[in-house]
């Protein structure tokens, strides 16, 4: 999944849980995939956060693979 498919998925289940009375089971099992929803945005968010930096480093400028 992309991030944009991750963070809307993790709308879903807000919104379910704002607008349902969930019951424990199901509770739980959507908790869960929203943990793991996260767990892989910030992940992507991570790595993209590396490839800014490197891109804007004095050397990846040096090199031509950043404006400056």
Known sequence: MSFSNDM??????VNWF????PGIDESLELFEEGIKLIKNCREYLEDAKR?????????????????G
């Open 8 to 13: 809307e998925r993790l709308q879903e289940i």
């Open 18 to 21: 704002e607008s349902e009375n």
């Open 51 to 67: 490839r800014v930096t490197i891109l804007t480093s004095d050397q990846g400028a040096e090199s031509g693979l950043a404006d």
